[in-house]
């Protein structure tokens, strides 16, 4: 399917203006219209960075590595799609962040996406896609996101699954934060992950404070980091933190099933 290209150049021109409409979601009624247009059925899980992931159950060796879940719908999916350029990026104008990698997208509906947005690829490239996402710095999230169908003009949304990988400072979803609370629990962490900070090391240092938390969920709390619950998993402070004072921690083995079984239960590839 082809479609103006002008739907694009708008929808970056919108971008810088996201805060605003997250903000109206806080309006009782116009909350719920914005609910229904933008994010119906949406279920999105952050999969944190792995750097210093501290298993605290079984052997590290014996237990499946968080980026594992994405790999899962990448191997079981017939279609996949890459972009040729990240949008949050690309509108943002980030300067620390490669603008080419852009989103994976998986499912049927990705045959209805214009081709001059991407490319099909194979499990391979894909993966191999993935990879380099990773290395870079970039957090991986995945879900329903009804936004992708829309600016994609893709239909059903539910064949559609996005693998975004997110860069700090561009992400969508820095807007978290202003959402209304019934959209915000759309968008969570992945199941059994904690970030806990030890308040015997850490210095106060603020360094995990300073523009590393897309959703603002971590600062200083009588000279300690310490984490709200709008924590998302990403991982970024721990990799951060000089000291080693931030963990990741995964509480329950059988996290990777849940996480496959939350998504696939919006999802169908």
């Known amino acids: 399917?082809?479609?103006?290209?002008?739907?694009?150049?708008?929808?970056?021109?919108?971008?810088?203006?996201?805060?605003?409409?997250?903000?109206?979601?806080?309006?009782?009624?116009?909350?719920?219209?914005?609910?229904?247009?933008?994010?119906?059925?949406?279920?999105?899980?952050?999969?944190?960075?792995?750097?210093?992931?501290?298993?605290?159950l079984g052997e590290p060796e014996s237990m499946v590595l968080p980026?594992?879940?994405?790999?899962?719908?990448?191997?079981?999916?017939?279609?996949?799609?890459?972009?040729?350029?990240?949008?949050?990026?690309?509108?943002?104008?980030?300067?620390d962040y490669p603008h080419e990698l852009g989103c994976l997208f998986l499912g049927e509906a990705t045959q209805r996406i214009d081709p001059r947005l991407g490319r099909r690829v194979t499990r391979e490239e894909a993966l191999e896609h993935l990879r380099r996402c990773r290395e870079v710095g970039l957090v991986h999230l995945v879900g329903r996101n009804k936004l992708d169908s829309l600016w994609l003009d893709v239909r059903p949304g539910e064949k559609l699954l996005t693998i975004c990988s997110c860069c700090p400072c561009c992400c969508l979803w820095k807007v978290i934060p202003d959402l209304s609370p019934m959209i915000r629990q759309k968008i969570t962490k992945m199941p059994g992950v904690e970030v806990s900070v030890d308040r015997l090391k850490c210095a106060g240092c603020g360094g995990c404070t300073r523009g590393i938390c897309f959703v603002d969920a971590i600062s200083l709390k009588h000279g300690k980091a310490e984490?709200?619950?709008?924590?998302?998993?990403?991982?970024?402070?721990?990799?951060?933190?000089?000291?080693?004072?931030?963990?990741?921690?995964?509480?329950?083995?059988?996290?990777?099933?849940?996480?496959?079984?939350?998504?696939?239960?919006?999802?169908?590839?």
Request: glycine residues 4%; aromatic residues 10%; proline residues 4%.
């Open 67 to 95: 980026y594992r879940v994405a790999e899962h719908f990448v191997n079981a999916s017939e279609y996949l799609w890459v972009m040729n350029f990240c949008i949050c990026r690309a509108s943002n104008g980030c300067k």
């Open 227 to 269: 984490i709200s619950d709008e924590c998302r998993g990403c991982g970024r402070c721990a990799e951060v933190c000089p000291l080693g004072a931030i963990s990741i921690s995964i509480s329950d083995k059988k996290y990777m099933d849940d996480a496959i079984r939350r998504i696939s239960s919006c999802v169908d590839l």
């Open 1 to 56: 399917m082809v479609f103006p290209l002008w739907v694009i150049r708008l929808t970056m021109r919108l971008f810088p203006k996201r805060f605003t409409i997250a903000r109206m979601s806080r309006i009782p009624l116009v909350g719920r219209v914005i609910d229904w247009a933008l994010f119906k059925d949406d279920r999105l899980l952050f999969i944190p960075k792995t750097v210093e992931l501290d298993v605290r």
